[in-house]
């Protein structure tokens, strides 16, 4: 086990892995992550949970970008809820559902990614730092799948509203 990681870190690890694994899921078989099945309903916990243990996470010193970062996650999931469950959005609440919580998978695996390049393999890492030219290179192919996915989710959701 990494020494650099401690019980907190170690929980925090195993359950943003259980959030990694259901988002993807959902979105292969679903073709979304939604509220109204188990699947989106263990991404969303988990990853709330993973968010919420984040913030007692400091491995560069203190509060810094990761943060700030799950802190958009945090609200991409609120909205996302929001969506599904009430009425707030209107007519555009299934595209806002959708797209905030593809949104929040998409925050996640930069998460996952920056994590995984910067640690492995343990004796020498992937990515030196967070600026890696392999981590920019990871974070753009994951925006680019964002948006690709997002795009397709949106389209599919017009030819079902139809």
Not at 72 to 92: D, I, N, Q, W
Not at 136 to 161: D, K, S
Request: proline content about 4%.
């Amino acid at each position: 086990m990494n020494p650099d990681l401690t019980p907190l870190g170690i929980f925090h690890t195993a359950l943003s892995i259980v959030a990694i694994v259901s988002g993807a899921i959902a979105l292969y078989r679903n073709k979304q992550i939604t509220l109204n099945n188990r699947l989106g309903q263990v991404y969303v916990v988990t990853t709330l949970i993973t968010c919420l243990t984040a913030f007692g996470i400091f491995r560069h010193g203190g509060f810094g970008p990761g943060h700030w970062l799950t802190v958009v996650t945090l609200v991409t999931l609120l909205v996302g809820t929001l969506a599904e469950k009430s009425t707030v959005f209107g007519g555009v609440s299934a595209y806002v559902g959708v797209i905030s919580f593809s949104f929040s998978f998409f925050l996640s695996m930069i998460f996952t990614v920056t994590e995984a390049l910067t640690r492995l393999p343990p004796e020498q890492p992937l990515a030196a730092n967070q600026e890696a030219p392999i981590l920019l290179a990871a974070r753009g192919i994951l925006l680019l799948a964002f948006v690709i996915g997002v795009f397709f989710q949106v389209r599919r959701l017009r030819t079902v509203g139809s």
